[in-house]
C-alpha cells in the first residue's frame, strides 16, 4: 500500500472512530488485529506508547465517570457522590477505548512506514499549500529535523532521570523533577549549538496507483454500512 494511502485510511479511521459508535470501535477493532497479524507488528511498542498516556486516560476516566449525571448502578447508590453512574462509566470507557485504537493505528503506521515513505507522503498531500504562499519543501524538511533530533532528545531524557534521586517528601521531589527539566533543556540547547549544518534529501516518492484509492473508498463504505445497519436495528 502507498505510505500516502496509509495516511489516508489512518485519517479517516480516526474520525470514525472519533465518534464513538460501538459499532465503529469494534470494525476498527478487528481491522487492527489484522494488519498487526498479517504484518508483524510489534505490540510492545504499541503498549509502550499506551502507557506513556496512562494518565491522561486516568484523568478521563474520572471526568466522565464523577461528572457525567446518569443513572446509578443501584438505588441505594443514587444519593452517593462516591459512585460513577452507569452513562459516566460506559462514556468513559468508551473514550478511553477510542484513544487506545488510535493510538494503535498510529503505531501501525510509524512501523510499517520508513521515515523516508512518510515524508515522502506528507510532502505529496500538503503539496497544494504552494499555491495559497506556503511551502511544502520547509515542512517537509523542519519535520525530518524535527523527527532527528527527537532520539538524541530522548537519550538526554533517559540521562537525567537515571541521574535523578529520590529525595523523601514530595516538595523536594517536585524540586528534583524540575531541576532534571531544565538539565535536559539545556543539554538539547548546547547540542543545538554545538551541531552542524547538515542538509536533508527527501527521496522521490513512489508512484501511486489510481486503484489504491480502492482502500479509503472500501473504508468509507465499511463504515457507512456499519452505521446504516445500527440505525436499522435501533
Excluded at 495516511?7 to 460501538?22: D, T
Aim: glycine residues 4%; contains cysteine.
Amino acid at each position: 500500500m502507498h505510505p500516502l494511502i496509509r495516511i489516508v485510511c489512518l485519517v479517516l479511521m480516526a474520525g470514525f472512530i472519533a465518534h464513538a459508535q460501538l459499532s465503529f470501535l469494534l470494525i476498527s477493532l478487528c481491522l487492527l488485529s489484522a494488519i498487526y497479524v498479517l504484518a508483524s507488528l510489534s505490540l510492545d511498542r504499541c503498549w509502550s506508547l499506551v502507557q506513556r498516556m496512562r494518565w491522561f486516560f486516568l484523568s478521563i476516566l474520572v471526568i466522565y465517570f464523577w461528572f457525567t449525571p446518569g443513572e446509578a448502578f443501584s438505588p441505594e447508590l443514587a444519593k452517593s457522590l462516591w459512585f460513577p453512574s452507569v452513562d459516566g462509566v460506559e462514556q468513559g470507557v468508551i473514550r478511553v477505548a477510542c484513544l487506545i485504537l488510535i493510538i494503535a493505528a498510529v503505531s501501525a503506521l510509524l512501523q510499517s512506514t520508513t521515515r523516508e515513505q512518510l515524508f515522502s507522503a506528507i510532502y505529496s498531500l500538503i503539496g497544494w499549500t504552494r499555491h495559497v504562499g506556503l511551502s511544502p519543501e520547509r515542512f517537509a524538511v523542519r519535520a525530518t529535523l524535527t523527527l532527528e533530533s527527537l532520539t538524541e532528545i530522548q537519550s538526554m531524557i533517559s540521562t537525567s532521570k537515571a541521574q535523578l534521586s529520590s529525595p523523601p517528601g514530595i516538595k523536594a521531589r517536585i524540586v528534583g523533577l524540575a531541576n532534571a527539566t531544565s538539565n535536559v533543556f539545556v543539554a538539547v540547547y548546547n547540542n543545538a549549538q554545538q551541531s552542524e549544518l547538515t542538509s536533508v534529501t527527501l527521496d522521490d516518492a513512489e508512484p501511486l496507483r489510481a486503484w489504491q484509492w480502492l482502500y479509503p473508498l472500501s473504508l468509507i463504505a465499511l463504515f457507512a454500512a456499519a452505521l446504516k445497519l445500527t440505525s436499522v436495528v435501533s
